[in-house]
């Protein structure tokens, strides 16, 4: 619980409370990505994994979002 709290209070979520406002929607590098399912979708982070997706290779880490909001992993774009 520590941990959490201490990602909390530097202002960052954990894997919760992603706000997908259009500033960060723009930071989002799901629509640049090898595995995009190319359907208009985005922010795979804050709004779940989808089944159908194949990993072609993965952007996440290298995203705006991925870093502000202290995330961990890979490939949140597939179950």
């Known amino acids: 619980m520590a941990a959490e ?24 590098n799901c629509q ?11 922010m795979f982070c804050s709004k779940g994994p989808r089944p159908d997706v194949q990993k072609k290779g993965c952007m996440c880490s290298e995203c705006m979002i991925h870093g502000k909001f202290g995330l961990e992993g890979n490939y949140f774009c597939s179950t």
């Open 5 to 28: 709290n201490s990602c909390l209070s530097e202002g960052r979520g954990k894997y919760f409370g992603i706000c997908t406002s259009y500033h960060h929607s723009k930071g989002c």
């Open 32 to 42: 640049k990505c090898p595995s995009y399912p190319e359907d208009g979708s985005f």
